[in-house]
Protein backbone atom coordinates (compact mmCIF):
# COMPACT_ATOMS: atom_id res chain seq x y z
CA UNK A 1 0.00 0.00 0.00
CA UNK A 2 2.72 2.04 1.07
CA UNK A 3 4.41 1.81 -2.64
CA UNK A 4 1.31 2.49 -4.37
CA UNK A 5 0.92 5.98 -2.55
CA UNK A 6 4.31 7.16 -3.21
CA UNK A 7 3.59 6.16 -6.94
CA UNK A 8 0.49 8.46 -6.77
CA UNK A 9 2.46 11.40 -4.90
CA UNK A 10 5.59 10.81 -7.42
CA UNK A 11 2.38 10.84 -10.81
CA UNK A 12 0.82 14.01 -8.76
CA UNK A 13 4.35 15.77 -8.74
CA UNK A 14 5.17 15.08 -12.58
CA UNK A 15 1.91 16.12 -13.79
CA UNK A 16 1.83 18.92 -11.77
CA UNK A 17 5.68 19.89 -13.27
CA UNK A 18 4.41 19.38 -16.63
CA UNK A 19 1.02 21.49 -16.56
CA UNK A 20 3.25 24.41 -14.75
CA UNK A 21 5.35 24.95 -17.44
CA UNK A 22 4.78 27.58 -19.89
CA UNK A 23 2.59 26.99 -23.10
CA UNK A 24 3.94 28.74 -25.74
CA UNK A 25 1.06 32.03 -26.86
CA UNK A 26 -1.58 31.28 -28.98
CA UNK A 27 -2.64 28.92 -31.54
CA UNK A 28 0.44 28.23 -34.11
CA UNK A 29 -0.50 26.97 -36.76
CA UNK A 30 2.50 27.13 -39.69
CA UNK A 31 5.87 27.69 -39.49
CA UNK A 32 7.44 30.69 -40.86
CA UNK A 33 8.44 30.01 -44.47
CA UNK A 34 9.14 33.08 -46.33
CA UNK A 35 7.19 33.31 -50.33
CA UNK A 36 9.30 34.45 -53.00
CA UNK A 37 9.17 37.69 -54.24
CA UNK A 38 7.99 36.54 -57.35
CA UNK A 39 5.08 34.30 -55.99
CA UNK A 40 3.86 37.49 -53.23
CA UNK A 41 3.76 39.80 -56.71
CA UNK A 42 1.48 37.16 -58.70
CA UNK A 43 -0.46 36.79 -54.97
CA UNK A 44 -1.42 40.26 -55.01
CA UNK A 45 -1.67 40.41 -58.76
CA UNK A 46 -4.09 37.45 -58.63
CA UNK A 47 -5.91 39.15 -56.04
CA UNK A 48 -6.17 42.27 -58.13
CA UNK A 49 -5.26 44.71 -55.34
CA UNK A 50 -4.77 48.07 -55.72
CA UNK A 51 -5.17 51.63 -53.94
CA UNK A 52 -8.19 51.16 -51.34
CA UNK A 53 -7.89 48.04 -50.62
CA UNK A 54 -7.17 46.65 -47.27
CA UNK A 55 -5.10 43.38 -47.51
CA UNK A 56 -4.52 40.92 -44.18
CA UNK A 57 -1.68 38.55 -44.26
CA UNK A 58 -2.02 35.81 -41.68
CA UNK A 59 1.29 34.80 -40.59
CA UNK A 60 3.11 37.83 -42.01
CA UNK A 61 6.28 37.18 -40.87
CA UNK A 62 8.65 38.95 -42.26
CA UNK A 63 6.69 41.67 -44.04
CA UNK A 64 7.19 41.46 -47.31
CA UNK A 65 3.72 40.61 -48.14
CA UNK A 66 2.74 43.83 -46.70
CA UNK A 67 5.45 46.38 -47.98
CA UNK A 68 4.17 44.54 -51.55
CA UNK A 69 0.69 46.13 -50.76
CA UNK A 70 1.66 48.75 -49.48
CA UNK A 71 3.59 49.63 -52.42
CA UNK A 72 0.49 49.34 -54.98
CA UNK A 73 -1.02 51.93 -52.44
CA UNK A 74 -3.00 49.25 -50.78
CA UNK A 75 -3.53 49.46 -47.09
CA UNK A 76 -2.02 46.37 -45.36
CA UNK A 77 -2.26 44.53 -42.36
CA UNK A 78 -0.15 41.53 -41.08
CA UNK A 79 -0.99 39.13 -38.05
CA UNK A 80 1.50 37.45 -36.79
CA UNK A 81 2.39 35.40 -33.77
CA UNK A 82 6.22 35.66 -32.77
CA UNK A 83 7.25 38.77 -31.20
CA UNK A 84 10.78 38.47 -33.07
CA UNK A 85 9.23 38.32 -36.20
CA UNK A 86 6.79 41.12 -35.58
CA UNK A 87 9.49 43.85 -34.49
CA UNK A 88 11.58 42.62 -37.31
CA UNK A 89 8.61 43.18 -39.81
CA UNK A 90 8.03 46.74 -38.51
CA UNK A 91 11.83 47.38 -38.87
CA UNK A 92 11.23 46.62 -42.49
CA UNK A 93 7.78 48.45 -43.31
CA UNK A 94 9.56 51.33 -41.68
CA UNK A 95 12.70 51.07 -43.52
CA UNK A 96 10.46 50.43 -47.13
CA UNK A 97 9.12 54.18 -46.33
CA UNK A 98 5.38 52.71 -45.42
CA UNK A 99 4.75 52.65 -42.24
CA UNK A 100 1.46 55.25 -43.03
CA UNK A 101 0.23 51.69 -45.00
CA UNK A 102 1.49 48.87 -43.78
CA UNK A 103 1.73 48.02 -39.89
CA UNK A 104 1.73 44.34 -38.40
CA UNK A 105 -0.56 43.59 -35.26
CA UNK A 106 0.74 40.67 -32.71
CA UNK A 107 -1.68 37.95 -32.51
CA UNK A 108 -3.10 34.88 -32.73
CA UNK A 109 -5.02 34.57 -36.35
CA UNK A 110 -7.79 32.45 -35.37
CA UNK A 111 -9.23 34.76 -32.90
CA UNK A 112 -8.27 38.13 -34.80
CA UNK A 113 -10.80 40.20 -36.13
CA UNK A 114 -10.17 40.43 -40.03
CA UNK A 115 -13.99 42.30 -40.61
CA UNK A 116 -11.87 44.89 -42.05
CA UNK A 117 -10.00 42.90 -44.85
CA UNK A 118 -11.10 42.80 -48.20
CA UNK A 119 -7.94 40.76 -49.18
CA UNK A 120 -6.90 37.92 -47.22
CA UNK A 121 -3.36 36.40 -48.01
CA UNK A 122 -2.06 33.08 -46.40
CA UNK A 123 1.28 30.36 -45.96
CA UNK A 124 0.17 27.60 -44.19
CA UNK A 125 -0.76 24.31 -44.61
CA UNK A 126 -3.78 22.55 -45.96
CA UNK A 127 -4.48 21.58 -42.47
CA UNK A 128 -4.05 24.83 -40.42
CA UNK A 129 -6.21 26.38 -43.67
CA UNK A 130 -8.56 24.05 -42.66
CA UNK A 131 -8.86 25.82 -39.07
CA UNK A 132 -8.91 28.89 -40.55
CA UNK A 133 -11.81 28.64 -42.31
CA UNK A 134 -14.62 29.49 -39.77
CA UNK A 135 -12.13 33.27 -39.51
CA UNK A 136 -12.38 33.46 -42.77
CA UNK A 137 -15.92 32.76 -43.23
CA UNK A 138 -17.26 34.75 -40.43
CA UNK A 139 -15.38 38.01 -40.91
CA UNK A 140 -15.37 38.21 -44.89
CA UNK A 141 -17.69 39.82 -46.73
CA UNK A 142 -18.45 38.71 -49.92
CA UNK A 143 -16.79 39.88 -52.70
CA UNK A 144 -13.26 39.31 -50.75
CA UNK A 145 -10.89 37.65 -51.79
CA UNK A 146 -8.77 34.94 -50.46
CA UNK A 147 -4.95 34.21 -52.16
CA UNK A 148 -3.08 30.82 -50.30
CA UNK A 149 0.04 30.12 -51.32
CA UNK A 150 0.83 26.35 -51.62
CA UNK A 151 -2.31 24.59 -49.78
CA UNK A 152 -5.94 24.66 -50.93
CA UNK A 153 -8.89 25.34 -48.18
CA UNK A 154 -10.76 22.55 -47.87
CA UNK A 155 -14.23 22.75 -49.09
CA UNK A 156 -13.94 25.84 -51.06
CA UNK A 157 -13.67 26.05 -55.04
CA UNK A 158 -10.62 28.67 -56.21
CA UNK A 159 -11.97 30.65 -58.96
CA UNK A 160 -7.95 30.68 -60.26
CA UNK A 161 -5.26 28.53 -59.35
CA UNK A 162 -1.57 29.70 -61.11
CA UNK A 163 1.79 27.64 -60.63
CA UNK A 164 5.25 29.24 -61.01
CA UNK A 165 8.38 27.43 -60.52
CA UNK A 166 10.75 30.16 -58.02
CA UNK A 167 13.46 27.41 -57.05
CA UNK A 168 10.92 24.79 -56.66
CA UNK A 169 7.12 24.60 -57.88
CA UNK A 170 4.67 26.97 -56.12
CA UNK A 171 0.97 26.74 -56.45
CA UNK A 172 -1.26 29.65 -55.91
CA UNK A 173 -5.00 29.71 -55.11
CA UNK A 174 -7.51 32.31 -55.88
CA UNK A 175 -11.08 32.14 -53.58
CA UNK A 176 -13.38 35.15 -53.76
CA UNK A 177 -16.24 34.79 -50.70
CA UNK A 178 -19.71 34.13 -51.93
CA UNK A 179 -18.22 31.88 -55.06
CA UNK A 180 -16.19 29.82 -53.08
CA UNK A 181 -18.82 26.94 -52.32
Do not use: C
Amino acid sequence: MRRFAHVAILSAVVLTVVFAQPRPPGNKLSPYVASPSRVVDMMLDMARVKQGDVVYDLGSGDGRILIAAANRHAQAVGVELNPKLVADATAEISRAGVADRAKVIQGDVLTTDISGANVVTIYMDTSSNTKLRPQLEKYLKPGARVVSHDAEIPGWKPILVQRTQEGRNHTIYLYEIGATK
